[in-house]
Structure formats: structure tokens, C-alpha cells
């Protein structure tokens, strides 16, 4: 009997425990709303990494509204959706019998980019067919992977991509959502535009956590992203107090989504997970009383 009794209070704790973990996050608005942030525009046919028109609508037809998305310069200096200029990404894109060998790990034209398909039939994206998709879609977020590293590009991208919005319609720079990569990349993005919504991401940064949660308060930014090897309790916990979300990347499968909640995080980039799928297997909703 007392061993039924201490069974049963131990589970008892485990189950508030679990309830107070999972309790309400405060309202989010904007692309915080959401959890699910596809990488790369998310996956088609089990094709990673294509930064397509294709894999956006796909995506977007299953529920999912925020899209992060790879962009690069081409060798004439327009705004495209590339994750890298390699002979290895060329090969996983299928594009390699569709362009001569000189050009399989070099940078293309802005031409050559576009009329070039991956897998031979998805279509590629410019900023503006991105910003397009945007306007056809008023509920979409963009959250840009910059993939420059030079300053002067970094500049040179986002004034781009702040002028093809201009022109179609500025408020369509509401819904782009910057990733930030280290501090002194702030002052180039703000000296372009003053985008309302940010994400400090920390793959390339060897900061501390406390310096992060320092720089994340004092800038009001909206959002931390982290691979898992950065993750920890205390530093999700102390930006949960602070109103800032945590992400995780890049995770395909609930199994480990839901571990990360039991942490505390709020949502991950996936490639294959969609928006209602997370939200229908979330343990933050099965575990509400």
C-alpha cells in the first residue's frame, strides 16, 4: 500500500509539473504566432534546401505561414534564394546537366539563377517573387538566412530587398522578419531600414548566453533561434521571462519537438513538420487540463 501511495504521489507532482511547464505562453502577434517556420521554404517531395516558389505555395496550402528563406547575391548583384554557390548544393538542386561545368560552383547572373529549375521543374525565387508571394498572400512572413558575410553585401542586400518592396507596396516590410547573426550585424540592417521584426540567431556566434539576453532586453528583439547544442533550461527560461521566444533548428520529427517543449521552447525550424502538424501533436495542448 505505501508503495501504491508513493507511486501515486510521484506521478501527482510529474503531472503539475508537466502543467505548470506547459502553462499558457503570453498572447504572441505578429509572425510569433506562429511555431513552425519552414527552412528553406520547407521541403517538396522530399527535396530540401530548394528556396522555391513551388515548395512556398506547396507549404503554404498545408498551413504554414512563416517561411525562412536563403538569400545571396548574384555575380550582377540582385537578390536571390540560394543557400550556397557549390558544386555540392548545384548536385542536391539537380542542376548540374543544366549548366556548364564553370558555372556549378561559381555564382550565377540573375538570369542564369532564374531560368535556371531545380530538380528540372521547381521554379526559383528572386526577392521579387518573393515580395509577389507576399502580396498574394497577405498572412505570409518571410525570416531571411542571410547567407552573405561581408558587410558591404549584407548592406547591399537589404537595400535591395527594401527597394523591391517600396515599389510594390512598404508595408509588406511589416511582415520581414530579419535574422541577425552577431551584434554589429544590427547597426548594418538599421542603417538600411527599421524593421519591426527580428530574430537574433546563434549558430555563428560564440557570445554568451548572458550577453545574448543582455542585447536581445536592451534592443526589444522579438525572437532567439538556437541549434541544439545551445539549448538550455536557464537560458530558455530567462528569456521566457523576458517576452522573447525561443526557436530551435533544424528538427524534422515531433519526438524531439516535443522534448524541447518540455524545456521550454516555443517552436522550431523544420523542413518536413507543417504548422498544424506541430500545433495538433504539441504536448503544450495534449497536456492542458
Known amino acids: 500500500m505505501k508503495r501504491i501511495t508513493a507511486v501515486f504521489l510521484l506521478f501527482s507532482v510529474i503531472i503539475v509539473l508537466l502543467f505548470t511547464q506547459y502553462e499558457e505562453d503570453p498572447k504572441q502577434h ?10 528553406a521554404t520547407g521541403s517538396i517531395e522530399d527535396q530540401y534546401y530548394t528556396n522555391t516558389y513551388d515548395a512556398m505555395v506547396e507549404n503554404y496550402g498545408k498551413g504554414t505561414r512563416v517561411f525562412e528563406i536563403d538569400f545571396m547575391l548574384s555575380a550582377d548583384r540582385k537578390v536571390v534564394a540560394r543557400h550556397e554557390w557549390t558544386k555540392s548544393m548545384t548536385e542536391q538542386l539537380g542542376q548540374q546537366y543544366k549548366l556548364p561545368e564553370d558555372k556549378q560552383a561559381a555564382r550565377l547572373t540573375h538570369d542564369e539563377f532564374i ?15 518573393v515580395l509577389d508571394l507576399m502580396q498574394r498572400y497577405p498572412d505570409i512572413y518571410i525570416v531571411t538566412d542571410t547567407k552573405e558575410e561581408k558587410d558591404e553585401d549584407i548592406h547591399h542586400l537589404f537595400t535591395e530587398l527594401v527597394t523591391a518592396a517600396k515599389q510594390r507596396d512598404p508595408e509588406l516590410l511589416d511582415r520581414v522578419v530579419v535574422q541577425i547573426y552577431n551584434e554589429p550585424m544590427l547597426d548594418i540592417v538599421e542603417n538600411v531600414y527599421p524593421f519591426k521584426s527580428l530574430i537574433y540567431t546563434l549558430y555563428a556566434t560564440q557570445d554568451s548566453n548572458d550577453r545574448v539576453a543582455r542585447f536581445v532586453k536592451e534592443h526589444e528583439i522579438d525572437a532567439v533561434t538556437m541549434p541544439e547544442y545551445r539549448v538550455s533550461p536557464n537560458f530558455i527560461a530567462k528569456l521566457k521571462r523576458m517576452g522573447v521566444v525561443t526557436y530551435v533548428h533544424t528538427i524534422n520529427d515531433m ?6 517543449e518540455k524545456l521550454g521552447v516555443y517552436g522550431v525550424y523544420s523542413d518536413d513538420i507543417t504548422e498544424p502538424e506541430l500545433v495538433a501533436n504539441s504536448l503544450r495542448y495534449n497536456l492542458k487540463p
Do not use: E, W
Not at 505578429?30 to 527552412?39: D, E, S, V
Not at 531560368?115 to 517573387?129: E, F, W
Not at 519526438?255 to 524541447?260: A, D, E, G, M, Q
Open 30 to 39: 505578429g509572425f510569433t504566432a506562429y511555431r513552425l517556420i519552414a527552412h
Open 115 to 129: 531560368n535556371t529549375p531545380i530538380q528540372d521543374k521547381y521554379q526559383p525565387l528572386d526577392v521579387g517573387r
Open 255 to 260: 519526438s524531439t519537438v516535443n522534448n524541447y
